[in-house]
Nanobody, 125 residues
Framework: VQLQASGGGLVQAGGSLRLSCAAS????????MGWFRQAPGKEREFVVA????????YYADSVKGRFTISRDNAKNTVYLQMNSLKPEDTAVYYC???????????????????WGQGTEVTVSS
């Protein structure tokens, strides 16, 4: 599976961005998909995740009510809608695919098998 993230950019606080992650392969729906982020000098952290079917979603407390994850299995794409952005959301955002992540720990980055290259999000105050 190859993942290609896009949609990052510079936005003012309170603004919105929509990230996309396009996947190759014919087994996309078999993978849970997650978004993680890494700010300068910090560890990569869990943001959101979605099950293979799209029926279950998981959010970090810091983004609940502001971010929404969705997926279109027909298009092999997962989306991250980010609203009410804050300067502390500034980071490189990575999408990831995990075949067993939902069962083994969907918030744990070590449970993901494939990673995209990252897309940078900068939120100015």
């Amino acid at each position: 599976v190859q993942l290609q993230a896009s949609g990052g950019g510079l936005v003012q606080a309170g603004g919105s961005l929509r990230l996309s992650c396009a996947a190759s392969g014919r087994t996309f729906s078999s993978y849970a998909m997650g978004w993680f982020r890494q700010a300068p000098g910090k560890e990569r952290e869990f943001v959101v995740a979605i099950s293979g079917s799209g029926g279950s979603t998981y959010y970090a407390d810091s983004v609940k009510g502001r971010f929404t994850i969705s997926r279109d299995n027909a298009k092999n794409t997962v989306y991250l809608q980010m609203n009410s952005l804050k300067p502390e959301d500034t980071a490189v955002y990575y999408c990831a695919a995990g075949w067993a992540a939902q069962a083994m720990g969907i918030t744990d980055k070590s449970k993901y098998d494939y990673w995209g290259q990252g897309t940078e999000v900068t939120v100015s105050s």
